[in-house]
């Protein structure tokens, strides 16, 4: 791997930790406009961002590291 390359991947590790502090892991629940009332989502698209993160695997598997 050279030097620049493992830069980057520093940073995207580093990415990946802080969204992983970030996220709420509580599940989404939609009302009938197809917003996320939990985590106060007022838009269909692009969807809730905790939901998006969530289908990150390294976030995912971070998360599950920390259990």
Do not use: N
Request: glycine share 2%.
């Amino acid at each position: 791997m050279t030097e620049q390359a493992s830069v980057q991947q520093d940073q995207v590790d580093q990415l990946i930790k802080l969204i992983a502090d970030l996220v709420d892991t509580d599940p989404c629940w939609y009302d009938h406009h197809g917003y996320c009332q939990a985590h106060f989502w007022m838009a269909t698209e692009p969807r809730c961002p905790h939901a998006r993160a969530m289908e990150i695997p390294e976030v995912a598997a971070t998360l599950e590291e920390e259990d």
